[in-house]
C-alpha cells in the first residue's frame, strides 16, 4: 500500500485517538474481569467459578449457590519496547488497578436465576514520554471504561440453561500529543511545536445471551454472546499555547461483538480443564470519524482497517485437601491491528499468555489470587502513519504482566 503523503494537524490527533493496548493483544478489549477465570486464562465459559460467571457466562448463575457475592481487582502492567530503523529506543510501561464486583441470586424453589455485574472489559492505556519517538503520534493516552450488566438465566432443564442481559457502557477518554510546526497551518515558529489535548466522554447501550449445557456429569458445553455497540463520546479539543484549533468535538468508537465458545472436562472429582475459543469482531472498526464545533476544520477520518481475531485457550483446575485449588492456563491471542494502520497508541502483537494462581475457601468464604503473563511476538512495523513528517517503522515487542485478587462469599 502507498505511503500517505498528507497528513493534517487533526489527523494527527485522531491516530492518538485509535486507543489502547491491552493486556492480550485484541485491541483494546481486557479479558481478566476475576481471580479464579484470570488463573485459567479465563477458560470458564463452560465451569462456572463463583459470581464472575456473569461476565463470562450468566447462564451459569443456575448452578451457584442461593446467593453469591464476588469481589476483587486485577491490575495489569503492560511493558513496550520499540527499537527504530537508525536504532533509536523507546518503552512505555503503565500500571492500573481495574476493579470488578458481581451479585447473583438463585432461589433454590425456582427455574429463574438473577445477577449484576460492574466490571471493564476495554480499557488501559499507554505512556511512551514526552521526548520519545511517539511524541508526534500517541505519548499518552488514556480510556477508562465501566460496564453494568444485569441478567437474568432460566433453567429450561436441568441440563440446559440460558440467560439474556443488558450492557451499559459509560467511559471517559484523554488523549495527548504534540504537532510538529511544520505541520501547523501556514507554518508555525520553528521548533515550537503545538500541544494538544483531546478529552471526551461517552456512554452506550447493547446486550448479552448466553446458554450452558451439561452433556453428562463430566462434559459441558458453553456459550457466550455479547453485542457490538458504538460509543458515543463527545468532549473538547484543546491547544497550548492555546489556537483557533480549539473546539468541542465528538466521535463513535465502535466496540466488537464477541463470542466465546467452549467445551469443559472433568476426568476425576479433583480435575476439571477446558478448551475455549473466542472470537472479536474488530473489523467494524474501519476508521474513527472526529466532527468539531465550531468547524474550524472539516471531519476527519482516521483509517484502522481492523480485521476479526481469535484466541484458543486451556484452563485447569485442581482441588486439593483443606479447600485448596490450584490453576493454570494457556492462550494464544491474534492482534487485530494490520501493519499499515500499526501505531504507537495500540502497540498490540500476537501474544502468548500462560496464567496460574490459587484459590482458598474457609466454608462459604473464598480467597483467589492469580497471575498473568504475556510474551509477544516481535513484529517490524512499516506503517502508513506519520508519512511523510515522521515515521514510527521499527519493532515492536512487549512483556506484560497482570496480578489479580478476589474473595467470594456464598450465603
Not at 27 to 45: K, T
Request: aromatic share 14%; proline share 8%; net charge negative.
Amino acid at each position: 500500500m502507498a505511503k500517505n503523503r498528507v497528513l493534517s494537524p487533526c489527523m494527527l490527533l485522531l491516530l492518538c485517538i485509535s486507543l489502547i493496548a491491552d493486556s492480550y493483544g485484541t485491541g483494546f478489549y481486557d479479558p481478566d474481569q476475576a481471580a479464579s477465570a484470570q488463573a485459567q486464562v479465563d477458560a470458564v465459559v463452560a465451569r462456572p467459578q463463583d459470581a464472575s460467571t456473569l461476565f463470562f457466562n450468566p447462564a451459569g448463575i443456575v448452578r451457584l449457590s442461593p446467593w453469591e457475592a464476588t469481589a476483587g481487582f486485577h491490575s495489569p502492567r503492560p511493558g513496550f519496547d520499540y527499537t527504530g530503523p537508525t536504532g533509536q529506543k523507546g518503552e512505555a510501561e503503565h500500571t492500573f488497578f481495574v476493579p470488578h464486583l458481581y451479585f447473583s441470586a438463585n432461589p433454590p424453589e425456582s427455574r429463574f436465576a438473577a445477577g449484576l455485574g460492574v466490571n471493564s472489559p476495554f480499557g488501559l492505556g499507554t505512556d511512551w514520554g514526552d521526548e520519545g519517538f511517539a511524541r508526534y503520534t500517541a505519548p499518552h493516552t488514556r480510556l477508562q471504561l465501566l460496564m453494568v450488566n444485569p441478567n437474568v438465566a432460566y433453567s429450561m432443564t436441568d441440563n440446559l440453561s440460558i440467560a439474556v442481559g443488558a450492557d451499559f457502557y459509560t467511559a471517559d477518554a484523554t488523549f495527548d500529543r504534540y504537532i510538529p510546526s511544520r505541520m501547523l497551518p501556514g507554518g508555525g515558529p520553528p521548533g515550537m511545536d503545538l500541544g494538544a489535548s483531546i478529552k471526551a466522554d461517552g456512554d452506550a447501550w447493547g446486550w448479552n445471551a448466553a446458554f450452558l449445557y451439561d452433556i453428562s456429569d463430566r462434559v459441558a458445553l458453553g456459550a457466550s454472546y455479547r453485542s457490538k455497540t458504538d460509543l458515543g463520546f463527545s468532549g473538547s479539543l484543546q491547544t497550548y499555547p492555546p489556537s483557533p484549533l480549539s473546539a468541542s468535538c465528538c466521535f463513535d468508537l465502535h466496540l466488537p461483538s464477541m463470542l466465546k465458545a467452549g467445551i469443559g472436562f472433568k476426568p476425576t472429582n479433583r480435575l476439571s480443564f477446558e478448551l475455549d475459543v473466542d472470537w472479536l469482531e474488530w473489523s467494524r472498526f474501519e476508521d474513527l470519524t472526529v466532527s468539531f464545533s465550531p468547524p474550524v476544520m472539516p471531519p476527519e477520518v482516521s483509517r484502522r482497517d481492523w480485521h476479526d481475531v481469535f484466541f484458543y485457550s486451556i484452563g485447569a483446575q485442581y482441588s486439593l485437601n483443606s479447600g485448596w485449588k490450584l490453576r493454570a492456563g494457556y492462550t494464544y491471542a491474534e492482534s487485530p491491528i494490520p501493519d499499515h494502520t500499526y501505531e504507537p497508541g495500540i502497540p498490540a502483537n500476537d501474544l502468548h499468555v500462560v496464567s496460574f494462581g490459587v484459590g482458598k475457601s474457609w466454608g462459604k468464604l473464598t480467597l483467589d489470587l492469580a497471575c498473568t503473563v504475556g510474551f509477544s511476538e516481535k513484529q517490524t512495523v512499516n506503517s502508513d502513519v506519520g508519512e511523510p513528517f515522521f515515521s514510527v517503522d521499527g519493532d515492536y515487542d512487549s512483556l506484560i504482566t497482570v496480578i489479580g485478587a478476589g474473595v467470594s462469599y456464598s450465603f
